[in-house]
């Protein structure tokens, strides 16, 4: 049981590249979600999926996308990038019941994402 | 804002004393709330959820909630060195599907 895998672990762009942080999970779990991390500071909401198809913005979308087409992949798409997203990155998941709508987060291993 | 406050650290502790972490949360709906441990440069773990008033315990673990005082507390018994860490609290937002997280405490436990 994998849980939640991201990919790359480690990248370095320049300013105005674009890429793709890759997130799956294979805990059929209906919630994902992005969160980046800036050192001394919590974790910042990017954007979260409740189910395939659906999808909206967190605390800090701006300059991300995301798209969830199958309940396993969240993929995280960075536009322009741009110093001020220089950051580690983590995709998460829970599950969700009609009781509660969180039992805890299984997070991924983390992108450290540098742009120069 | 809704935010979630927890006083950054360090704290250190003696191996084998009780190490107490405090968090205090804004949202009066929230209903679930959570610890996380992060060791440096790894991804956080979920190491305890609670979701009523009072006492949880797991282990050497205990998460103490008091929703009238905003208040969410962890001890950790029997401190051991390899409990240095970042320990991360977070609150669901009252009725949402987001959780909030705060800063972190950092607990050093000296052997």
């Known amino acids: 049981n994998a849980g939640v895998t991201q990919t790359p672990k480690f990248r370095i762009l320049k300013i105005g590249q674009s890429m793709t942080l890759q997130c799956t999970q294979d805990?059929?779990?209906?919630?994902m979600y992005w969160y980046r991390q800036d050192p001394g500071m919590g974790l910042k909401l990017i954007y979260y999926?409740?189910?395939?198809?659906?999808?909206d913005k967190g605390e800090v979308p701006n300059g991300y996308n995301v798209s969830r087409s199958t309940t396993e992949d969240f993929p995280l798409r960075l536009e322009l990038a741009a110093p001020s997203q220089t950051s580690v990155y983590f995709c998460a998941s829970s599950y969700s019941s009609v009781g509660r709508s969180n039992y805890g987060y299984t997070f991924g291993s983390g992108t450290r994402l540098t742009v120069v | 804002q809704k935010e979630v406050e927890q006083n950054s650290g360090p704290l250190s502790v003696p191996e084998g004393a009780i190490a107490s972490l405090n968090c205090t949360y804004s949202?009066?709906?929230?209903?679930?709330f959570f610890w996380y441990r992060q060791y440096s440069g790894k991804s956080p773990e979920l190491i305890m959820s609670?979701?009523?008033?009072g006492d949880k315990e797991d282990g050497r673990f205990t998460a103490q909630l008091n929703k009238a005082s905003q208040y969410v507390s962890l001890l950790i018994r029997d401190s051991q060195p390899s409990d240095s860490a970042t320990y991360l609290c977070?609150?669901?937002?009252?009725?949402?599907?987001?959780?909030?997280f705060g800063a972190g405490t950092r607990l050093f436990v000296k052997a």
């Open positions: 977070a609150v669901n937002e009252g009725g949402g599907f987001k959780t909030i």
């Open positions: 805990m059929n779990h209906n919630y």
């Open positions: 999926s409740v189910g395939a198809g659906i999808t």
């Open positions: 949202d009066r709906g929230s209903q679930s």
């Open positions: 609670i979701y009523s008033n």
